[in-house]
Structure formats: C-alpha cells, structure tokens
C-alpha cells in the first residue's frame, strides 16, 4: 500500500536564513515566493545543534542522525592519499542519507549541491556535487573541466558543466541589481570580487537544479542546497543597519544592502525551482542555524586569523528557518519545537517510509495531515542498493591517515612533508573538538572527557580545549578535577575570564567557599563593565549558590538580548530557589515562547507548577520535556514525586526505577537548590530521591 501523501517532494536548504530578517522583508512587501509558501502551509523557528558549522549540521538533516553518529565533523579531512587536505567527503559519513534511504526503496532523487556530497554517489536518480563550481579559470573563457566524480550519471556532465556561472561572465544588470551602486564602488574592489563568486555558485546551483527538474526524468524527491545566504553573510552582514563601530558610514551605504537582495535573489530562485517543480510538488524549506543581523554581531575585525576562524560560527543564531508547504502538509499547523534533526524522518514520513529508531529526531506530525508509518529500528540494517559508495572507498579519513604514518613509520614509505602532517594534526583536533562538542550539547559529557584530554595533552595552552575539559568534569560530578583544570590553565593565561569563572564554580561546588568567594569576586570586577558577560557571570553566581546575584545578572542578559531563551530560562531558576513560584513559571513560559524545544524550561515549569499547588499541569509540562530529551534526570525526578503526590503508584515506581538506572551511570550531581525536589518530597511527607 502506498502510504506516500507527497506525491513529489521538494527540498531547499538555505544556509543560515533567518527569520528577523525574512519577517523584516516581508514587512516591506518583499520576497512573495516565500510568503506564498507560508500561507499555504506552516512556519517555525528551526532548533540547530552545537558546534553550529555547516557540514555537521547539513550532514545531520540529511541523515537525522548527530554527527557522532554520520561521521562528518569538519570542513576538511585528509586526502586518502595523504598528500594535503580536501573538503570533507560522502566517502567520510558512515549513515546512510535520505537519497539512499530512498533509492533502496525505489525512489528517485535530485541532489545538488548538498554539503560532503562529493564524490557523487550512484543513487537512484542523480547528484551534482558540491564542487560543482571548483577550479574556475582565471581566464574568462579557458576550458572549466569538472573535478572527477562531481556529477552522477556521467552522462550529465557536458550539460552541467556548460552551465556553471563563470564569475567572469557574471550579468553586469544582476550585479547592479546586487549593488546600485557598484558605478561608486567600483568594479575592481576586492568585495565586489567576492560578492560576484558567491552568487555565481549560486547561480550555478539553480541552474543545475532546474535542469535536474525538467531533463524529463522521473523523480520523486530532488534536494538543493545554498550556501550564499551564510557565505555572503560573513563578508557583508557587517554592513547591515545598525552601523558597527569599525564600519564607516561610506561603507555601510554603499554596501547596506546587499543581505537583502542576496535574499531576495534567493526568493525569485526559488519562484524559478518551484515552477520547475511543477504545482504538486511538497516543499521543505530550511536553514542549518540563523544569523545574527543586529546589536548581538561579533566584531571579528581586529583578531588574527586563527582567531577568527575561531569565532566565525559566534554569527550563526541558534534558530533557524523551517517551512513545509503542499501536499500532506496541514496549512496554518503549529509545529512544535522542530530541530533539524526532524527533517529526515519527516521527509521520509511524507513519502510513506519509516524513520528508524536510530534517528534522533521525530516525525512532525502535529504538520501533517497523514498518520507516519511505524518505526523500523535501523535502514542502516536494510539491505538492497541503496547507491552507496563501495565499501573499499567509504573510511574514516583519519585512520587512513594514521595507516599512512604507520607505513612512513615501517620504513614503506618517506616521510610525509612537515607541513602536510601540520595540517592533518590540525584537522584531527578541530575535527576531534567538534565531536566533544556535539557529545556535550547532547548531554553527554562522560563520553567527551576522554577527547577533550586528549587535546588539553596536545595542546594545554588551548583555552577552547581546556575549557570544555573543565566544563565537562562540571558536568559529570568531578569539580575538584575541574578546578585543578582550570587552575592548570591560569598558571599560563591568569587573564583568561570564562576560566576564572570556571574554576570559580567548580571551587564552590567543591566546597571552598573561602576561594570561591575571592575568584568569584575577581570575575565580578572584571567584567562590570562588559554586558556581553552577564549571562555567563549569572551562570557561575547561579553554581555558587548566590541565587538572588544571579537574578540580577540574567535580567541584565534578558536586556541585552530579549530573544535569548537562556536568560529566561535562568530567570525562571532563580525564581523557583527563591521561592517565586508564579514568577518562575512566567519567566519558563516566556522562554517556551521564543523555542519550545527546551526541555530544561519544560522541567523547571513543572517544578514551579508542582509547587504552586497546579499538580495536573506540572505532570504535563515534566512528561513533555522527558519526551523531548528522554534521560532528564531532574525531570525525572519531579515526575515521580508529583505522580506520587497524584497517587498514582504505577507511574511513580516506574518513574523511580528510570531514576534508578540513571543513577547508575551518572556520578555526583549539583546539590538540590533551595525548593528543589528534596524539599518538596520532605513537604509532603514522599520518599526522597
């Protein structure tokens, strides 16, 4: 039975489209293919996961799977041949994709452009890498050869590479359309240069997507992917009203702008992609993360380069842009916390195929007008020709180059070139960082540890590397350990704030108070003056203990940012330990208002709820955060005493055993604030946890 309520479906990522500045343009009555889109069908604020950098985020949307798990976990990787570096391969992620997904069941799908897409892999359908644009001539005209294994099926690639937007050959009326004043600007200026790059991928891009949608081949799904929106983003958002102080007036009117015709230009693409399409086509379009467009912009002028590359992804917001429209899809549907981890089972859903239990996201059905299919436990368990490379040239590209080091090492072959071996160590530990990163923001910071000691080992003067370590000891129980590690760092760097803070709550939460009122104190003076901080002082006051400091500071933070739900959700914290139940309760809903995908703001509201006396209600809101982060031990804990307080023996005993094994692998834990669950089970006479 075909179960498919799609009877086409359409895919569009847009890198790092934002809702402020999209909202803000359609205020003005601009971009009208969007807006369509919207009104026909539903819109929300799209969760991203951490570290926020496009190949793990774009590789997790396409697999619904985080990236410990696909394998992808920087821009670049070695070349298997250990001569240098590459932009990280389809040969590198270990899940299968929704264009696998589909082709073993029969499905044909149009990739283009999608991030670690080359080489092209031999699906059902075909794919048009993302090095389509690699190698332009620096003569106008010279022959443009395509890299090997950018197109599938080979016989596409005359049409395609005859269709690459040379930069050179850019249309001077789009230019002028980009830039009205380019005449003042001047045609040789290095940013009109890089302006002219970016939108001619883009443009290629849309090309190549178009043909892929008329060449007259069947096709079920076809998946496009922009990166100008972020690319263009780096360079020009900085010129975007309010003027930043390192920006001059000149500069911000002749370049003010551009973000807006950049969106612009990608509204009438897409016009263009879904007339293509055809009428019957169900659209899903979305950003990998948003982008910061005001006051909150980094200032990355000034820093070096490595610093810089640091820094750069301090741009992305943590809420991206989704819209599903068409066919199956319930027109004006609220759709509840989605993260980019739910477009591939909802993808699948939509063309009448299961997601497998080993995804990490969820179907959207509250936006869908047709129950999803059950559950399977695996596709990567699934066998038939799912277009996968062949498993001799599918690897982890860093054990093939440790097999490299150890034929250099046998005396096999010559020593790899300093420089060479250079850059891969510095790929193995940024790519080794991102994955600790990702076990943390998924609350799993017992396995990120071990890597993140690795690279304090490698490299101790690494302030990212040792702050993680420190963070993650925090997290896990071991503040002493914490503590000795942020200390280790301060011999070196005594300036370092985040580590003063750092090592300030791990002393607190080791019991030196006396120390941790002097550090604490010091960070304090230290950043008076620096209101970017005061979320992160709220957070170490909140560690120690000084509940009604930390107020203070995450109100401050509210402030200074009122879209951030951190600040809320601190608020609402504090509030509960002092025994401001209706206040906390506020400030978790005004939280839950910018994202739903809070579980933290879920649990303290039903902790407030619990309190207040509202039992019924606080059972709701503590079983909806367990649903979207199963393992929350806090949530957990309140569930069973407010089922007990219910009288509902069942669910508390089965509450209290999921505790129970919790706890089995989870060391100490922060104490229970004042009106945490301790307190309450002694209120009410309940069995403590």
């Known amino acids: 039975m075909d179960r498919r309520t799609a009877k086409r479906l359409l895919v569009i990522g847009w890198d790092a489209a934002d809702w402020i500045l999209v909202n803000r343009l359609f205020a003005a009555g601009r971009m009208p293919t969007l807006r369509r889109l919207v009104e026909a069908g539903a819109r929300a604020d799209l969760g991203t996961l951490e570290p926020k950098l496009s190949p793990l985020l774009w590789s997790s949307i396409a697999t619904g799977k985080t990236a410990d798990k696909h394998g992808v976990l920087n821009f670049v990787e070695p070349k298997p041949d250990g001569s240098g570096l590459q932009v990280s391969s389809s040969t590198t992620r270990k899940a299968k994709a929704l264009w696998n997904i589909l082709s073993q069941n029969g499905l044909a799908t149009n990739v283009v452009g999608w991030y670690a897409s080359h080489p092209a892999e031999p699906i059902r359908g075909s794919v048009v890498s993302n ?22 099926p080979e016989t596409l690639r005359p049409s395609v590479a005859d269709a690459r937007q040379r930069s050179r050959a850019f249309p001077r009326e789009l230019l002028r359309e980009l830039l009205p004043k380019i005449d003042e600007i001047g045609a040789d200026d290095a940013r009109v240069h890089q302006l002219v790059k970016l939108m001619s991928y883009a443009a290629s ?11 007259g081949e069947p096709w079920d799904a076809t998946m496009v992917f922009f990166d100008a929106i972020d690319t263009v983003g780096h360079h020009f958002m900085q010129f975007v009203a309010p003027r930043m102080a390192h920006v001059s007036e000149r500069e911000q009117r002749l370049f003010g702008g551009v973000m807006d015709k950049v969106y612009e230009w990608h509204d009438a693409a897409l016009g263009r992609i879904l007339a293509a399409a055809g009428a019957d086509a169900t659209v899903l379009l979305l950003s990998d993360h948003g982008f910061h467009s005001d006051h909150l912009r980094p200032n990355l002028s000034d820093l070096p380069p490595e610093r810089r590359m640091e820094l750069e992804a301090s741009w992305h917001r943590p809420q991206g842009v989704l819209v599903m429209s068409g066919p199956g899809v319930r027109q004006g549907a609220e759709i509840a916390s989605p993260t980019i981890l739910d477009l591939a089972p909802t993808a699948l859903a939509l063309l009448g195929l299961a997601a497998g239990d080993d995804m990490d996201g969820r179907v959207l059905a509250e936006a869908l007008e047709a129950a999803a299919p059950e559950r399977i436990p ?27 080091q150890q034929l250099v090492d046998l005396g096999y072959m010559a020593a790899l070139p300093t420089d060479v071996q250079g ?16 076990l943390m923001s998924r609350r799993r910071p017992h396995e990120a540890v071990v890597h993140f000691e690795w690279l304090v080992d490698k490299r101790p003067e690494e302030g990212r590397y040792a702050l993680c370590l420190a963070n993650c000891l925090l997290s896990t129980g071991a503040f002493a350990g914490a503590a000795e590690v942020a200390a280790r760092f301060l011999a070196h760097d005594p300036a370092h704030i985040e580590m003063q803070m750092i090592r300030g709550a791990a002393l607190a939460l080791a019991g030196d108070e006396a120390q941790a009122r002097v550090q604490i104190g010091a960070v304090e003076r230290a950043v008076r003056a620096r209101p970017e901080m005061a979320l992160a002082l709220a957070n170490i006051l909140a560690l120690a203990g000084r509940h009604a400091d930390a107020r203070t500071h995450y109100e401050a933070a509210r402030k200074r940012n009122p879209r951030d739900p951190a600040a809320h959700l601190g608020l609402a914290r504090m509030q509960l330990a002092l025994g401001g139940f209706e206040e906390s309760a506020g400030h978790a809903l005004d939280a839950l208002e910018i994202t739903q995908a809070l579980p933290d703001a879920h649990a303290v509201l039903g902790a407030a709820l619990a309190w207040y006396g509202d039992l019924a209600n606080a059972r709701t809101s503590l079983e909806f955060a367990l649903r979207q982060e199963r393992g929350h031990l806090d949530a957990e804990r309140w569930l069973a005493l407010v089922v007990e307080k219910l009288g509902d023996a069942a669910a508390a005993t089965a509450s209290r055993d999921r505790i129970a094994r919790l706890l089995a692998t989870t060391t100490a834990r922060v104490k229970d604030p004042p009106f945490g669950p301790a307190d309450f089970a002694r209120r009410f006479g309940l069995a403590a946890i």
């Open 131 to 152: 090095l389509l644009q690699e190698g332009e001539p620096a003569g106008g005209f010279d022959a443009w050869a395509l890299p090997p294994g950018t197109v599938h």
């Open 423 to 438: 850059q891969v160590d510095l790929v193995r530990r940024e790519s080794l960082f991102n994955l600790g990163v990702a």
């Open 205 to 215: 891009i849309e090309r190549a997507a178009v043909a892929a949608l008329t060449r």
């Open 378 to 404: 695996s596709w990567e368990a699934v066998d038939g020709d799912a277009g996968l490379h062949p498993a001799e040239i599918r690897q982890d590209p860093f054990e093939a180059a440790d097999a490299l």
